[in-house]
């Protein structure tokens, strides 16, 4: 099994930054791709961020683009989803996954998934 911990949540202005943390602990050899989802209040959970653990492969959806970056240290088996100017409908409970596949964007190719940090942006 691999253990995920997110870190770093808040509440923050629009316009502000925040930069969350996910600390992977377990079996991670077999994880292949780190990703970041949100889940804004009464919607569907979302797909934010993913990068290839050996590799720098990143993928976001158009919504952050320019805005989130994702990054990994693999030494410390942590990834990180810096946010940029946050928006309030950047509002959610954000989660960390962990997936055995290569470019993982969707909850189903997803194994295992953090408890989540709360995330608020006032405008």
């Known amino acids: 099994q691999v253990q995920l911990v997110e870190s770093g949540g808040g509440s923050v202005q629009a316009g502000g930054s925040l930069r969350l943390s996910c600390a992977a602990s377990?079996?991670?050899?077999?994880?292949?791709?780190m990703g970041w989802f949100r889940q804004p209040p009464g919607k569907e959970r979302e797909f934010v961020a993913a990068?290839?653990?050996?590799?720098?492969?990143?993928y976001y959806p158009d919504s952050v683009k320019g805005r989130f970056t994702v990054s990994r240290d693999n030494a410390k088996n942590t990834v990180y989803l810096q946010m940029n100017n946050l928006k309030p409908e950047d509002t959610a409970i954000y989660y960390c996954?962990?997936?055995?596949?290569?470019?993982?964007?969707?909850?189903?190719?997803?194994?295992?998934w953090g408890q989540g940090t709360q995330v608020t942006v006032s405008s």
């Open positions: 377990g079996r991670t050899f077999s994880t292949t791709t």
């Open positions: 990068i290839s653990w050996g590799l720098t492969r990143t």
């Open positions: 996954a962990a997936a055995a596949k290569l470019k993982a964007t969707i909850t189903s190719e997803y194994d295992y």
